[in-house]
Nanobody, 125 residues
Framework: VPLVESGGGLVQAGGSLTLSCTAP????????MAWFRQAPGKEREFVGA????????IYADFVKGRFTVSRDNAKNTVYLQMNSLKLDDTAEYYC???????????????????WGQGTQVTVSS
């Protein structure tokens, strides 16, 4: 599996959760990394992304101010810090890597080369 996500689980609305994504068999230090999510019956949607050097991030409007994407290239790991979670944030969360040292990440899922199997996040009332 190219990428492995962890950290999902059950959390109450208003709570926080941090997801991690690592690559067991390859270095991701030169990759643009992104997080996507997919809820049952809905299409996969972009959440946030970060450039290879961590200097630039972009976010979907619905998570701005609540979620933060960061990375630690020394640990070969990318994170998604999620705060103020809402019921609508319930979904399977996926990590993705694009083999590109672009200066601005992209939102289109089709450009990403590697994917993880996902980790479930469930927000309860």
């Amino acid at each position: 599996v190219p990428l492995v996500e962890s950290g999902g689980g059950l959390v109450q609305a208003g709570g926080s959760l941090t997801l991690s994504c690592t690559a067991p068999a390859r270095a991701i230090s030169n990759d643009t990394m992104a997080w996507f999510r997919q809820a049952p019956g809905k299409e996969r949607e972009f959440v946030g992304a970060i450039t290879w050097n961590g200097r630039n991030t972009i976010y979907a409007d619905f998570v701005k101010g609540r979620f933060t994407v960061s990375r630690d290239n020394a640990k070969n790991t990318v994170y998604l810090q999620m705060n103020s979670l809402k019921l609508d944030d319930t979904a399977e969360y996926y990590c993705a890597a694009e083999r590109s040292m672009r200066t601005i990440p992209r939102q289109s899922w089709s450009i990403y080369d590697y994917w993880g199997q996902g980790t479930q996040v469930t927000v309860s009332s």
